[in-house]
T-cell receptor, first 110, second 114 residues
Framework: KQEVTQIPAALSVPEGENLVLNCSFT??????LQWFRQDPGKGLTSLLL?????REQTSGRLNASLDKSSGRSTLYIAASQPGDSATYLC?????????FGKGTMLLVSP | DVKVTQSSRYLVKRTGEKVFLECVQD?????MFWYRQDPGLGLRLIYF???????EKGDIPEGYSVSREKKERFSLILESASTNQTSMYLC?????????????FGPGTRLTVL
């Protein structure tokens, strides 16, 4: 059964720092990997999707990488801002359903 | 843009009541999903549907049922609500054709069972 782990569980940084969120998964037979953002009490917003044949995707200040053979993905956030404060979730798509990590709660202080 | 809507943002019900949570998507997606999200446990899949009138149990189907009579609508039913079903409920939809296969979520329903 696929297991997804996210490290760290929580992270607090001052504004302007570059930071890396980590995601690991146990079964490398995946179709894709999605990174989501969740604000308190809200639904999930898709940030980036990396297909299994890809190595990375970029959107603005966000860059996600995928190393399928080692079962790892990273989400890099450049020049962090207080508005980036949220929980970030990693999810991998296997045969039919997404398996989620428990998320990294990020706080960016002014 | 894909839009997934849920009928209520907040809902308060009493133990034993029958509860309906509605989800509608506007992109003709074949697959639809219901999750619940609890602190420390993350997102857990309750039920999903591959297409109209089709349903599959997820990881935690006990105490729930679903209905998908139309492609755009997927309902989650709590036959007799209990306090341990107090949670955030999230609906999602996904196409099966084209690339990439991306999943989109609704805003969530915070259900409290008293």
């Amino acid at each position: 059964k696929q297991e997804v782990t996210q490290i760290p569980a929580a992270l607090s940084v001052p504004e302007g720092e570059n930071l890396v969120l980590n995601c690991s998964f146990t079964d490398s037979a995946i179709y894709n990997l999605q990174w989501f953002r969740q604000d308190p009490g809200k639904g999930l917003t898709s940030l980036l999707l990396i297909q299994s044949s890809q190595r990375e995707q970029t959107s603005g200040r966000l860059n996600a990488s995928l190393d399928k053979s080692s079962g790892r993905s990273t989400l890099y956030i450049a020049a962090s801002q207080p508005g980036d404060s949220a929980t970030y979730l990693c999810a991998v798509l296997g045969y039919s359903t997404l398996t989620f990590g428990k998320g990294t709660m990020l706080l960016v202080s002014p | 843009d894909v839009k997934v809507t849920q009928s209520s943002r907040y809902l308060v019900k009493r133990t034993g009541e029958k509860v309906f949570l509605e989800c509608v998507q506007d992109m003709d997606h074949e697959n639809m999903f219901w999750y619940r999200q609890d602190p420390g446990l993350g997102l857990r899949l309750i039920y999903f549907s591959y297409d109209v009138k089709m349903k599959e149990k997820g990881d935690i189907p006990e105490g729930y049922s679903v209905s998908r009579e139309k492609k755009e609508r997927f309902s989650l039913i709590l036959e007799s609500a209990s306090t341990n079903q107090t949670s955030m409920y999230l609906c999602a939809s996904r196409t099966t054709s084209g690339s990439p296969i991306e999943q989109f979520f609704g805003p969530g329903t915070r259900l409290t069972v008293l």
